[in-house]
């Protein structure tokens, strides 16, 4: 693992791109004239996304822990190579071991139009082998602009096909989750959590008023996040993605989970970009899989 002061030596740049550490993780802080961006490299986790004169898009729990060998509880964690629990073997760790790994920083290029790129890699190592057995190289893509886009990219660099799902698990920050409506997924088909059969949501606005675990299929839509009172609008946007989750763990669950405050549910939703259910991801040798999404503020 690099340490800041070497992370610093071989990328920062004065005034947009710096190095501090929170706890145990080191993490990457980007300004430039659109926005400013946080991100773990641990996890990949992009943590925060703040336009500039505006407020943070994204949500991160005041309780979360940023060590190793746990998950940061905001922004947006990658789920790989699952999502959700392991499908066969309850001990390995819900939603992969993406978000629990050390990512590597490639590059940080800037552009004329004052854009920022990241890039972080993940390739296959006897660590990832004790989860998952197949050879292959995950690189994140990260552009801080007018909207932030997220990219998971990963190719297959064994010699014999495998099978993934994934997720960009978007935690959205919202001013009261009672005043949000959802709009993009009418007439679209849902499974809600682990339910075997499907239900099709009717109204062309979701509106979270309980615990909520939608995963839609067969969708390519975007997701327009309508923060009522405020008269702004979160777009969230998707490619090579037919699942859309929707997901907030509403009262009583939250007050289970150690690092998010008890009201914590009020202030965010999720809505991820993801590739399950027939929607899984095969991938024959050298061949590659993009998953994308982009966040912005109307
Ligand atoms: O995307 C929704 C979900 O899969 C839920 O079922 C819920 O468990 C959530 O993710 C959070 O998972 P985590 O492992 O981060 O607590």
């Known amino acids: 693992m690099k340490s800041s002061i070497e992370l610093t030596n071989q990328f920062a740049k004065e005034g947009s791109v710096s190095f501090y550490k929170k706890e145990e993780l080191n993490i990457i802080r980007i300004q430039n004239m659109h926005a400013q961006l946080d991100l773990s490299l641990y996890g990949a986790q992009v943590l925060s996304y703040i336009p500039t004169n505006e407020e943070n898009l994204l949500w991160m729990s005041q309780n979360s822990e940023y060590k190793h060998g746990k998950a940061i509880r905001g922004g947006i964690p990658l789920c ?64 801080v602009g007018e909207q932030l886009e997220v990219s998971l990219m990963t190719r297959n660099t064994g010699s014999n096909k495998f099978k993934f799902t994934s997720a960009l698990h978007s935690y959205i920050k919202v001013n009261d989750i009672n005043k949000l409506s959802i709009e993009g997924l009418k007439d679209t088909s849902y499974y809600w959590g682990f339910e075997g059969t499907t239900k099709t949501q009717t109204e062309s606005l979701l509106r979270i008023t309980e615990e909520e675990n939608r995963r839609y299929i067969n969708t390519k839509t975007p997701c327009i996040l309508n923060n009522l009172g405020t008269g702004k609008k979160i777009v969230i946007d998707k490619s090579g993605s037919q699942t859309s989750v929707v997901w907030n763990p509403w009262k009583e669950n939250c007050k289970q989970m150690k690092d998010m405050p008890d009201d914590g549910y009020k202030s965010f939703i999720c809505v991820e970009a993801a590739n399950f259910y027939d929607d899984y991801i095969e991938l024959q040798a050298e061949n590659q899989h993009t998953i994308s999404t982009t966040i912005r503020q109307q």
């Open 80 to 143: 790989f190579p699952w999502f959700g629990p392991h499908e066969s073997d309850s001990s390995l760790p819900q939603h992969g071991f993406a978000r629990l790994s050390l990512w590597n920083l490639e590059k940080v290029t800037h552009n004329d139009d004052d854009t920022t790129h990241l890039s972080l890699s993940l390739k296959s190592s006897a660590t990832t082998k004790e989860y998952w057995p197949h050879d292959f190289y995950s690189e994140l893509t990260v552009k």
